[in-house]
């Protein structure tokens, strides 16, 4: 600690992003990053960005991925905001459209960046517990409140929230800010886009990371209702006018056009997650119902943490979370037939039947 930070500084505990090792021979199913590559047409439109244009900014509003977007979910241009990964794009959020001085609402179990944002911008905040079977429900979210945010599916258990239940919560809470973080909403969920227009208070978040194998390019996008979207930009522009650069803002846009590349590799995930649910579920797991890119297990005899730290003796990297509740809990991102091969081989030698 330096004395010449900021007492906000002191006070902070950062967020801790999922390991990234320095491995050779890695099996890595802890940070949910698609095992599938970006659309081909994604990687041509930035090598094709490639040029001598790279001298000159970027264009500040992003308006033709704003447009592709628009678009794709069927709204308008300035129905759509866009930034450096979703995790940006939230912090714009947090900062921007929820009301300080009344505790804004998340489960207990949940994405922890929440609280970190919180701590950040000075927002007192109340953790809503998941019920014994790890789902939401909204009834509990019905105080007085400076806003709500919850991922769907929910992260790190994998499960959905239907629309009609986001519908509920919408009813009852019409006078502050709800935001719906679907970075995994591809994997097996319908989105809550299609509510913006009917609830001015909605506002969706998705990410480029999950579903359109980009987290190395780090963009991220929300929807909702122009006015929502106007106080984004001027936080934004108060903060950085240009966001996304050249060569992010062509791989998106490639990549949200081409439609049917990103069905093929939605399908392959959402396939190989229920097998392996199933090949786990024969050694023992139990796996929550999920619509993500990933299952939330745990063993029925065997500790969680002494798993996760057998398959890495294997090369093979699952995370394990160490909270109140879900301590005895594994996420295993979905990977390749091939991944997955590893990591039962790996299990079936540590743990033999």
Sequence with gaps: MSRFWSPRVKELEPYVPGEQPKLSKLTKLNTNENPFPPSPKAIEAMQAALGDDLRLYPDPNADSLRAAI????????????????????????????????????FPDISYSFYPVYCQLYNIPFERIPLTDDFAIDVSDYTGINGGIIFPNPNAPTGRLLPLDEIRRLLAVNNETVV?????????????????????????VTQTFSKSRSLAGLRVGLAIGSAELIDALDRIKNSFNSYPLDRLALAGAEAAINDREYFAQCCDAVIAERERLRAELSQRGFESLPSAANFLFTRHRTLAAADIAAALREDGVIVRHFKQPRIDNYLRITVGTAEQHAQLLASFDARFPR
């Excluded at 241009?77 to 929820?98: K, M, P, R, T």
């Design 70 to 105: 628009a678009d794709y979910y069927g709204v308008e241009a300035n129905q759509v905001f866009v930034g450096n990964g979703s995790d940006e794009v939230l912090a714009h959020i947090f900062n921007g459209l929820f009301q300080h001085g009344r505790p804004l609402l």
């Design 179 to 203: 935001v719906v973080d679907e970075a995994y909403i591809d994997f097996g969920g319908e989105s809550a886009v299609g509510l913006v227009n009917e609830y001015p208070n909605l506002l």
